[in-house]
């Protein structure tokens, strides 16, 4: 687990984009096999709607996990100085 979040703190954008890009096939095939046909230009639309949503996710858990390791950094360390 820790090898998979350093290579993730390291490769920030590349974790982003490969989800991103899994968020974009899993709606299109999700979207595939729908009951009412859809045109292939408004699955493409909600493929990428579902994708935005997802990678919106990932970037607010990021943040928030980087928000939480900083701060438990700081208590952890009592010489790294409090920013205001």
């Known amino acids: 687990m820790e090898a998979i979040q350093s290579w993730v703190s390291k490769h920030k954008l590349t974790s982003i984009g490969a989800i991103w890009a899994s968020a974009i096939g899993a709606s299109l095939a999700w979207n595939s096999h729908a ?3 859809l045109k292939p230009s408004l699955r493409l639309i909600h493929a990428r709607l ?3 949503a997802v990678t919106l996710a990932v970037l607010s858990g990021a943040a928030a ?5 900083k701060n438990s950094t700081k208590k952890a360390d009592p010489n790294v100085p409090k920013s205001n």
Do not use: F, I
């Open 50 to 52: 579902h994708a935005q």
């Open 35 to 37: 009951r009412t046909p």
């Open 65 to 69: 996990y980087h928000y939480y390791e």
